[in-house]
């Protein structure tokens, strides 16, 4: 179908981009469009204006700050996948950009603007929840940065007010850690059902520290602390990581529909945890 009629603009800087959402209260943000795009074409999604913001250009990026990473909002997936300060610094984010549908989304989706549109099934926001990543967003007001775990609110729901922007998240250093993200689709390149991000630091032949996020098990992405306080201070091994992956579904509240019904989702969860961090500390 063809997209209802609407004035659009193309800004190229943040703070005219951020004027043209305060003056156009209706207005949509594109970024890569591989979310907003199909659902102008089916008009699910009538706005008045489209801001895009695609000629910004100080939002593409990756950069050392020196605790952290630095990547800009509009960074496509694929840079992302392939980036060397990714692989060694936050190899997990390498790991699930990766498996981003297929290589033209990874080319035209971009980094912010999946945070941003905040599916729960979607793959990075669990990501950004395990690491602590911060985001920082400029609005009316200048800029203010927000913790993952509040800017996550509901489903396709963030801590992002009409007017505002998401400029880059920031994302600390996990050098040295293991990294792997499992997760369980029904077909290939599909939403997954269930996904496990987990990333873990050794010391000698155990787990000194852990950071574990689970995708599709809540309207928002889900940290799971009882899962990674079971797992610190035990040793690597398959026994010691089933035990603690039997812990990946408290707290959570994973929906049922036509994919599983909540109880499966729980499964998957455990089985996809214990994957997880047994491959991440590389013994699995």
């Known amino acids: 179908m063809i997209p209802a009629a609407f004035e659009y603009f193309a800004p190229t800087s943040v703070d005219e981009a951020v004027a043209l959402l305060r003056d156009h209260t209706d207005a949509k943000v594109l970024a890569g469009g591989q979310s907003l795009l ?40 694929s840079t992302v996948q392939t980036d060397p300060l990714i692989a060694e610094h936050t190899r997990l984010i390498s790991l699930a950009a990766a498996s981003i549908a297929d290589p033209q989304v990874r080319h035209r989706g971009t980094f912010g603007g999946s945070l941003a549109h905040a599916d729960p099934a979607g793959d990075l926001p669990a990501v950004s929840v395990a690491l602590d990543a911060s985001f920082v967003i400029a609005g009316p007001g200048g800029r203010r940065t927000v913790g993952a775990s509040d800017f996550f609110q509901g489903v396709f729901s963030t801590a992002l007010g009409d007017d505002e922007l998401l400029v880059e998240v920031r994302v600390p250093k996990y050098t040295g850690w293991g990294a792997h993200y499992e997760k369980f689709s029904r077909v290939a390149q599909g939403w ?80 996809l945890t214990r994957r997880a961090v047994l491959a991440a500390a590389g013994t699995g």
């Open 38 to 77: 199909p659902v102008l074409r089916l008009r699910l999604a009538a706005p008045e204006s489209i801001v895009d913001i695609g000629k910004i250009d100080e939002l593409r990026g990756i950069r050392d700050d020196g605790d952290a990473l630095v990547v800009g909002a509009m960074t496509p997936h």
């Open 192 to 271: 997954p059902i269930v996904a496990v991000a987990a990333a873990v630091r050794l010391d000698g032949d155990s787990i000194a520290e852990a950071r574990v996020g689970l995708s599709n098990m809540g309207s928002t992405p889900i940290r799971a602390i009882a899962v990674e306080d079971a797992l610190i201070g035990r040793p690597a091994t398959a026994e010691a990581v089933r035990a603690a992956a039997a812990r990946a579904a408290d707290g959570t509240s994973p929906v049922t529909d036509l994919n599983g019904d909540s109880e499966y989702r729980r499964h998957l969860a455990s089985v």
